[in-house]
């Protein structure tokens, strides 16, 4: 069955500090992959997406993620994290199926503090 | 351009009662969907509408229906409320498939079910 793992669920690390933040995926094909992040209270932003072609997606908020097909993988990266960038990320896989429709999976989240 | 917006904000149900949220798109946008976020269970797609057809959905109980106006704005209804549909619910809307355009999400519909 198709699966989105984010291995980590809390990560704390120091304001300027570089970031990087798991996500895994089991399928066969090469799906849809998207990370988001939600502020408290807030609704999902979409910081970047991948559909196909180079495999390092630039995002917004100075995001970047790097697909990596013999691992299964989706990782986020940032260089310099800031202090608002505390919040909840999300990665998200989307399946197309055979019937046309599609299967939209989100891991379960990792909550990002960054200490001042 | 007003964002997507969802009401009520906040909402008190008692179990076997039903509920319906509503969501208005960002203007233009024909695709909205509806999500259910609780800490157990993370955030699970629940269906999307387009030009007022269902055009996917996930996997949740019959009790979970939704339909989608000539405007666009969309309604969301769970009848026969339990403990376990205590979550956020949120609403999302993008031009067409949000695979080519993004999804605008709205801050959600805090549903508190006793």
């Not at chain 1, 790097?66 to 909840?88: G, I, T």
Request: charged share 15%; hydrophobic share 30%.
């Amino acid at each position: 069955a198709q699966s989105v793992t984010q291995p980590d669920i809390h990560i704390t690390v120091s304001e300027g500090a570089s970031l990087e933040l798991r996500c895994n995926y089991s399928y066969g094909a090469t799906p849809y992959l998207f990370w988001y992040v939600q502020s408290p209270g807030q609704g999902l932003q979409l910081l970047l997406k991948y559909f196909s072609g180079d495999t390092l997606v630039q995002g917004i908020k100075g995001f970047e993620a790097e697909f990596k097909r013999s691992q299964s993988s989706f990782n986020l990266r940032k260089p310099s994290v800031h202090w608002s960038d505390a919040a909840e990320y999300f990665c998200a896989v989307l399946y197309i199926l055979r019937t046309g429709t599609y299967k939209y999976i989100f891991g379960t989240g990792t909550r990002l503090k960054v200490l001042a | 351009k007003a964002g997507v917006t969802q009401t009520p904000r906040y909402l008190i149900k008692t179990r076997g009662q039903q509920v319906t949220l509503s969501c208005s798109p960002i203007s233009g946008h024909r695709s909205v969907s509806w999500y259910q976020q609780t800490p157990g269970q993370g955030l699970q797609f629940l269906f999307e509408y387009f030009s007022e057809t269902q055009r996917n959905k996930g996997n949740f109980p019959g009790r979970f229906s939704g339909r989608q106006f000539s405007n666009s704005r969309s309604e969301m209804n769970v009848s026969t409320l339990e403990l376990g549909d205590s979550a956020l619910y949120l609403c999302a809307s993008s031009s067409d498939s949000f695979l080519l355009y993004e999804q605008y999400f709205g801050p959600g519909t805090r549903l508190t079910v006793t």
